[in-house]
């Protein structure tokens, strides 16, 4: 871990720098600056470390001149002898203000506290490229635009945004446009991966429908959904209370 020291007296720098490396051999000091124009230069010509410990007052002015003119991604520990100034350091980078004299068991809450700050913006970020991955994929995947039917003799396309809902029974399945009722050659799991499932969601092994075909959503017994569409249908659409929940966050989406 990169760790960079703002800090105008020489001696206190040092026992900071020394006190930090006591704590933690896996932090590595990689700078010691003194003054606000030697931070602005650093902060042009290197990469952000991963915490900054940084004093308030310096020779040149106050610290917080360094974060108004160069923009600093890492967080800050605010090491000063006055206590007037927490208010501005929380709107700087800051996760921690400590007052001077430091010791040991200070330093040592400071970066448990900047671990977990980073342990959950860690998890966060998982979980936000997770999200960003399974939606590239989505858009990348080409669903059908239309799906072939039996009519009599014949195989006719049917345009996928014509399809209210999709319904199984007895080993058929049934694709339902409004008036006209199809009989398909695919199975219930072929027709869902084959449909968008921004505009489609698989209620129950019976039924795949169309969310602009929504109507309404009534609680059902033992925590389930019964969904009304605008249609009529064979059955009473019913999702179980295992998909109620990804079933309303679809509906919101």
Known sequence: MNVLIIEDEIKTAKELKSLIEAIDSDIRVIAILHSV???VQWFKENPSPDLIF??????????????????VNAPVIFC?????????????????????????TMLEQSLGKYHRFKE?????????????V????????????SILVYFKDKMI??????????????????????????TSQHTMDQLEAMLNPQQFFKANRQFIIN???????????NRRLFVKLNCDTPDKIIVSKIKANDFLQWIEA
């Open 37 to 39: 124009s030697s931070a």
């Open 54 to 71: 940084s004093d308030i007052q310096l020779g040149d002015g106050l610290s917080f001149d360094i974060y108004r003119d160069v923009k």
């Open 80 to 104: 000063t002898a006055f206590d007037e100034y927490a208010i501005r350091a929380f709107e700087a980078n800051s996760i921690d203000y400590l007052l001077k004299p430091i010791d040991e």
């Open 120 to 132: 959950l913006f860690e998890n966060q970020q998982a979980q936000y490229q997770e999200k960003l």
């Open 134 to 145: 399974k939606l590239l994929r989505q858009m990348d995947t080409k669903y059908k635009q």
């Open 157 to 182: 396309p049917v345009k996928t945004g014509e399809i209210r809902f999709i319904y199984a029974e007895n080993g058929l399945v049934y694709i339902h446009t409004g008036p006209d009722q199809f």
């Open 211 to 221: 969310r602009d075909t929504i109507q309404n959503v009534e609680h059902y017994f």
